[in-house]
């Protein structure tokens, strides 16, 4: 890693913090550049602006997550486990960081505004992942959606509104996994 990536990911760990504490509306440069512990003048040298540097942070967290969505799709366990796994990994490092803020909705909808094309991808590919396993498992047999009438990238998109749903349902913040685990075992159930 080169000097200048070291400090882009430094002022990026800085920053996060900084936008969960005060939302992206009240976090400033100066805020972040404080919590980096490097001047406001350094800050702007790497990043233009708070919204560029909130759009660099959101790719490098969905680039890392959809890598640790990958490793978990690929790992031991049956299918349902490795979904399970991989829905809670994605949970875990791209919605929890910001659900426990006071400003989550807002973050929530700047991201959606500065970077929703990164979300959307990887949203995308999430589905393409969990398709490519079921796809998988299927050819070799392990299970069967012939009854469900469905094909592997439909179950894929079920299983990833599911998650929305039970990220957006009231109270659901710290039960997400366990919800989750619920509507696999019902998605197993369904096709095993």
Do not use: C, W
Request: net charge neutral.
């Amino acid at each position: 890693m080169s000097e200048r990536d070291a400090k882009t990911d430094h002022i990026l760990d800085a920053a996060l913090p900084v936008f969960v504490r005060h939302g992206f509306r009240k976090a400033s440069m100066a805020d972040i550049a404080r919590a980096a512990g490097i001047s406001r003048a350094s800050l702007y040298l790497n990043f233009n602006s708070k919204e560029e540097l909130f759009r660099a942070g959101s790719i490098r967290a969905h680039a890392r997550t959809m890598r640790d969505v990958e490793t978990a799709l690929t790992g031991p366990g049956d299918v349902f486990s490795r979904i399970e796994t991989a829905v809670a990994v994605f949970q875990r490092e791209l919605i929890a960081p910001f659900a426990g803020s006071a400003d989550a909705m807002e973050l929530f909808d700047a991201n959606m505004a500065l970077a929703k094309d990164i979300t959307l991808a990887a949203r995308a590919r999430l589905i393409a992942l969990l398709a490519q396993a079921l796809s998988d498992t299927e050819t070799a047999g392990l299970i069967g959606l012939g009854s469900l009438q469905a094909r592997p990238a439909d179950v894929a998109s079920v299983v990833v509104a599911a998650m929305d749903g039970i990220k957006h349902a009231e109270g659901a913040g710290p039960h997400f996994e366990e919800q989750m685990r619920l509507f696999v075992r019902l998605l197993r159930a369904a096709i095993s």
